[in-house]
């Protein structure tokens, strides 16, 4: 009995150990959304800058839109944001940009100093839209279909690879 005292809470951290070392084989970016294949939220935040209006997701009927969730404070997006330019030269998806949790002086500093790929951008100052669309944190990427569902979650920076193999022969297929 005495043995079954002491081994017990080194088998319930042996337990706890093996949930944790297999933690680590997951890729935290393939975090199943439960958006996917659903309609967009509805959502209306105010314009970040001064032509863009409210933004919501009656914007986005028609067109495959990407959706991206970014702020100037964020390191990732700053390494995303050239392939974001580079696609709003190319043209091929209509950029939204919904900047989270951020001053509107900040964001159009740093859209002023990198570029600015977005066709509108919203500013959801605290956060709500972010929560309904189901951002874990930014970047955070969504394309939406001409119906306005989601189709494709990116969780963090949109790379050339998931670019090239996975997002743009859905926006193709998508577009038709």
Not at 23 to 47: H, N, Y
Not at 63 to 68: A, C, D, G, S
Not at 128 to 140: H, K, L, Q, S, T
Request: net charge positive; aromatic share 10%; proline share 8%.
């Amino acid at each position: 009995m005495r043995r079954l005292v002491y081994a017990l809470p080194l088998l319930v951290l042996a337990v706890v150990g093996v949930f944790f070392f297999v933690g680590f084989d997951r890729d935290p970016k393939l975090i199943p959304s439960p958006m996917i294949d659903k309609p967009s939220p509805a959502f209306a935040v105010p314009g970040l800058r001064g032509g863009d209006g409210t933004v919501g997701n009656a914007r986005f009927g028609g067109t495959v839109t990407l959706v991206n969730f970014f702020a100037s404070w964020c390191v990732p997006c700053r390494i995303e944001h050239p392939l974001l330019m580079e696609l709003a030269r190319a043209g091929t998806v209509r950029i939204v940009g919904i900047d989270y949790k951020d001053k509107p002086e900040d964001a159009l500093g740093w859209l002023r100093q990198l570029g600015d790929p977005y066709t509108v951008i919203g500013a959801d100052r605290d956060g709500r839209a972010a929560i309904d669309w189901g951002v874990y944190g930014v970047p955070e990427s969504y394309l939406v279909d001409r119906q306005g569902r989601i189709r494709f979650k990116q969780v963090g920076p949109i790379t050339e690879d998931v670019w090239r193999t996975t997002m743009l022969p859905m926006i193709k297929e998508l577009s038709q």
